[in-house]
């Protein structure tokens, strides 16, 4: 036994990573490859003394072993204190395997509390003899272990917004948090509209419950902010998790934005403040690797650094992919309840399976169904983690993992076969109210295409690698397929998605998907003939034009940069500074894709310039008048922006303005609905509607006008109870429509009397049990029927009541429904503000705006039958 251990002195006479790696001995693979050692080079030359660096690697590029490269050429050359970082505790245990068994690199994990960390490898990092890889949580905490840490390599961060915004998100969830969530509701019932009001305490399981966003107005949160501290404060203390967040914002609500939606409320800043993190700030480099470095600046946003040096993907990895995917659509020919049967022979084909779903709802549900129909075993995400190797040599297994479209590697022969079952999920309420009220999608297509094309290349990890990606469910196709959707995939990508689509497209059984999912996986003639094909069309789609949203896309560019410095600007109440930045956003927000986001920032610049009134400038009183009407004159589908704005009125004509926006809103959602890729669906809601209307059934006739309000934007409603009206639709909150239809048969058929006064109560039922309503909203109710003709008095009983014919409304149905063709023909995908300015300029050009209907009810009153 030797007394004292021999020190260990690790040679530095090396310039390179890799020269570096040269000499390792204990490596399994030949390496770095050309491109990547490429990126090396470059990190050398332009980011070696970079603060913070960001190098784009696609995914399956192999960007693991880059970053443990870099990171162990600093460890060992300038003896600094290396941090790699994944997303998850899988990704973790995976990137050590791999330094370790693989690259010969030594890495210690560090996982779960402090507490469990073992001496001897805390030791090894605090002396930079080994890299440290852990997760984004054991760094972004109150006091993590890696707080003197000189580099920090962040994997996967184009994924990582949700695991840093988390540090400042107060997230208050109706189901966990009640109380909590009741008594916050309460406090600012006072300055909600009634339709806010109804979201926020009715917990319906509606389709417009679920989808309704919006936003608490900052300068009412501002006045509310000690009374919510004081509310809280007494309650966050019951959960570690809520108390952890709000302790990192409760000091700077000022800064901060309130969201609502009909199940949670959330508050944060709008980009995360990671400089006020010491244990991030104070590194000596800040490492980002990502799928896609994006051209909006996307990066900047999600890491809270307004500079980031760039080091894009090398020139000849930019339109390739890795490996081989030979993508299968069914419901481009098929409905989701006749491919179930799909999913079981494509299983069979192949031992094991990988299916992705959005949440654990659909893992439940799906779990189901393989255990009454597949003899398979079950792999969801806890036992992937804890034995990953059972499922690689399983003869018969389907892993089901819920919002986990990064993170799991199944290179090699571990898995060839990818469901895709639902679009990722992982949307925050302010990406959803800067997307569907302010339509400003533009800014984060890039994050969901990023996570799509994260989720495909689950397992085609290298150029050897193959896999058959069936992709499940209408809202997914459309994603990956729509025009102008697929063009802004890499070439090789679109290209195999056209081939999958348009190979999938008009079958009359599976038997073709099987055969050509045999092709792939023997390597046939076949599939020689489909390769030939998929590189006949990257070689087209990589000499083609860029589309006209780069041009959105480099503008966002240019004012990351600066909202990352109005978030630290207002984050420590220098306001000035603050109002500064956004005039340089605002300046560059140029094109109608960016009205909706325009509008935003004068509304946050109003915002902070009040704060600058309230701190005593009596000057700054009009400055925000004026950035609050130049929001309000954009922003077209939120009402509030003008509301809040002191002693401005609004008219009611202004309302029914407003409502334009919200059925444009809307009728884009039942497009989406119905599809895009085909018409056949909207087509067959026509027929029906139109034949429903036709009826001399009154109860047909009924179903017709209620679907009919539907399809073109209204909220519509119907009741079964006694004496109650007919259907009716609201414009929105301040306008309805309400009904009394009256389909009278015969030769003698007579409006009757009884029938008007039963109509003459709906605004009163209305009133009383739609709560969406505002206090002083206009409710207009019509007759429609089928005569002119009408019993004694009528006339007299009739005075406020709008009387149509039916014939009448069936035509004004056909007009509105051919409008709805050109709106189907034009629309391009959801939150496109250039869209709905086009939608608004078709609806109000074939006169079929709620205006015009209005106009359209108003003709004739009952009271004119006599005259």
């Not at 310039?15 to 050309?34: A, H, S, V, W």
């Not at 507490?115 to 890889?133: F, G, L, M, P, W």
């Not at 549900?365 to 398979?376: A, G, P, T, Y």
């Not at 310039?609 to 589908?637: F, R, T």
Request: glycine letters at 4%; a negative charge; charged letters at 30%.
């Amino acid at each position: 036994m030797t007394l004292f251990n021999k020190i260990k002195v690790d040679s530095t006479n090396f310039k390179t990573p890799q020269e570096m790696y040269q000499d390792n001995r204990k490596k399994t693979i030949n390496g770095p490859l050309d491109y990547q050692s490429k990126m090396i080079d470059a990190y050398m030359k332009k980011g070696l003394h970079a603060k913070d660096v960001a190098l784009e690697l696609p995914t399956g590029a192999g960007k693991t072993l880059i970053g443990l490269l870099i990171g162990e050429f600093r460890r060992r050359k300038l003896k600094e204190k290396v941090v790699f970082v994944c997303p998850n505790n899988q990704l973790v245990n995976q990137v050590v395997d791999k330094a370790n068994n693989t690259y010969g690199i030594k890495a210690y994990g560090f996982t779960g509390p402090l507490r469990d960390y073992s001496q001897t490898s805390k030791a090894a990092y605090n002396r930079a003899e080994v890299i440290a890889v852990t997760n984004y949580s054991s760094l972004f905490i109150k006091e993590p272990f890696f707080s003197d840490a000189d580099v920090i390599i962040f994997d996967d961060a184009h994924g990582a917004e949700n695991y840093i915004a988390s540090h400042w998100s107060l997230e208050i969830n109706r189901e966990e948090h009640k109380e909590l969530f009741d008594t916050l509701v309460e406090c600012i019932r006072s300055d909600l509209d009634y339709t806010q009001l109804s979201y926020l305490k009715n917990n319906e399981d509606t389709i417009a419950a679920i989808s309704w966003i919006d936003k608490f107005p900052n300068l009412k949160f501002h006045s509310k902010r000690q009374e919510i501290i004081d509310i809280i404060e007494a309650r966050a203390n019951k959960d570690n998790k809520l108390i952890y967040a709000w302790n990192n914002i409760k000091e700077h609500l000022n800064s901060c934005n309130l969201y609502l939606s009909s199940g949670r409320l959330l508050i944060r800043p709008y980009i995360p403040p990671t400089m006020t993190h010491e244990p991030f700030r104070q590194a000596t480099q800040r490492i980002y690797m990502s799928a896609t470095l994006g051209e909006s600046g996307e990066l900047e946003r999600t890491i809270g650094v307004s500079n980031i040096t760039r080091l894009p993907i090398v020139d000849e990895w930019k339109q390739k992919s890795i490996g081989r995917r030979y993508f299968v659509f069914p419901d481009a020919s098929f409905k989701p309840q006749e491919y179930k049967e799909l999913f079981i022979e494509m299983n069979k084909k192949l031992p094991r399976s990988l299916l992705l779903v959005q949440d654990n709802k659909s893992v439940k549900s799906l779990s189901k169904f393989v255990q009454e129909n597949m003899s398979s075993e079950i792999f969801t995400i806890e036992k992937i983690e804890q034995d990953f190797s059972s499922f690689v040599n399983s003869d018969d297994a389907i892993a089901i993992l819920a919002n986990r479209y990064d993170g799991i590697d199944m290179e090699g022969d571990k898995c060839h076969l990818l469901f895709i079952n639902q679009l990722p999920n992982g949307t925050g309420l302010q990406e959803k109210f800067l997307s569907s009220k302010l339509a400003a999608s533009v800014l984060f297509e890039e994050r969901v295409r990023t996570k799509l094309i994260q989720a495909i290349g689950r397992c085609t990890r290298s150029n050897t690698d193959y896999a058959v990606v069936c992709i499940m469910g209408e809202d997914l196709l459309k994603t990956l397929t729509a025009r102008k959707k697929i063009e802004k995939f890499p070439s090789e990508l679109r290209a195999e998605l056209e081939f999958g689509y348009t190979y999938s497209e008009g079958l009359k059984s599976f038997e073709d998907i099987l055969l050509a999912m045999d092709a792939l996986l023997n390597k046939t003639d076949e599939w020689d003939n489909a390769e030939e094909q998929i590189l006949a069309l990257r070689e087209s789609y990589i000499v083609e034009a860029h589309s006209d949203k780069q041009v959105s896309n480099e503008l966002l560019n240019e004012c990351a940069k600066f909202e990352v410095k109005f978030q630290y600007a207002i984050w420590k109440e220098d306001y000035e500074s603050a109002l500064n930045n956004i005039d340089q956003i605002i300046s560059k927000l140029n094109g109608k894709a960016l009205i909706g986001y325009k509008s935003f920032w004068n509304y946050m610049g109003g915002y902070v310039a009040y704060l600058i009134y309230q701190n005593g400038n009596e000057s700054y009183y009009q400055i925000m008048k004026d950035y609050l009407d130049k929001a309000a004159s954009n922003a077209l589908n939120v009402s509030w922006f003008k509301k809040i704005i002191p002693n401005k009125e609004e008219s009611k004509e202004n309302a029914v303005d407003i409502g334009l926006m919200d059925v444009v809103e809307r009728i884009e959602e039942e497009i989406y609905r119905d599809g895009v890729k085909s018409s056949v669906k909207f087509e067959k809601r026509v027929e029906k509607i139109l034949t429903l209307l036709k009826s001399d059934d009154g109860n047909k006739f009924e179903e017709g006008h209620q679907e009919l309000g539907e399809l073109l934007g209204y909220i519509v409603g119907n009741s079964d109870e006694h004496s109650s009206p007919d259907p009716w639709w609201l414009i929105n909150g301040d306008y309805c429509l309400v009904s009394e239809d009256k389909i009278y048969k015969g030769e003698n058929k007579k409006i009757l009397t009884k029938h008007v006064r039963q109509a003459l109560t709906h605004e009163k039922w209305i009133r009383d049990n739609v709560q969406m309503l505002n206090r002083e909203a206009t409710i207009e109710t019509v007759f429609i029927t089928t005569t002119k003709e009408f019993e004694e008095n009528v006339d007299v009983f009739g005075e406020e009541i709008y009387l149509v014919l039916q014939e009448d409304f069936v035509d004004w149905a056909q007009s509105a429904l051919e409008t709805f063709r050109k709106l189907r023909r034009s629309f391009s995908e959801r939150g496109d503000m250039i869209w709905r300015l086009g939608a608004m300029k078709i609806l109000e050009d074939n006169r079929m705006t709620p205006a015009d209907f209005l106009k359209f009810i108003r003709q004739f009153k009952l009271k004119d039958l006599g005259k």
